[in-house]
């Protein structure tokens, strides 16, 4: 069994989320550091002006990869809908230096790299690569 203190002042940190306010004010009211109260508090659902904010910082980024004579503009259009993540989103697309004796195969809408901050998304997707990974059918 782990260190269960504080107890208390969980209770009341996790309370005082639910009513919008922010990590900092909740810290000084229940007397613990802020990392505390980010801790105990971040798996409840609030409709306060900093949720929006939060909420905001965790959307995913794309950048991408283009080659030279490619379409900014059409890449971003192909790769938002694939991967449903509005265009503006995007990053300022990586222009590739052409070399001829690179590479002699280029996708037609660039390469797209996903970032993203949050980690209920970074642990669902590490379960279905892990999924993947270990699973023992073959389709086809």
């Known amino acids: ?27 000084a009211r229940v007397g613990v550091s802020k990392s ?13 002006p900093v949720g929006r904010r939060a909420r905001g910082r965790r959307r995913e980024r ?5 080659h030279e004579g490619l379409d900014p503009a059409a890449s971003v259009a192909y790769w938002s809908s694939v ?3 509005p265009a503006s989103q995007f990053g300022k697309p990586y222009r590739a230096v052409p070399d001829p004796s690179i590479r002699h195969a280029k996708h037609v809408h660039g390469c797209a790299t996903v970032s993203y901050s949050c980690s209920a998304t ?19």
């Open 62 to 66: 794309v950048r991408l990869y283009l």
């Open 122 to 140: 970074h642990r669902s997707i590490m379960g279905l690569v892990n999924a993947l990974l270990s699973s023992t059918t073959h389709p086809g």
């Open 1 to 27: 069994m782990g260190y269960r203190g504080k107890l208390v002042e969980r209770r009341q940190a996790r309370q005082l989320r639910r009513t919008g306010l922010p990590l900092a004010e909740i810290a």
């Open 83 to 85: 991967t449903a993540i």
């Open 36 to 48: 505390s109260v980010s801790l105990w508090v971040r798996d409840v659902e609030f409709d306060g």
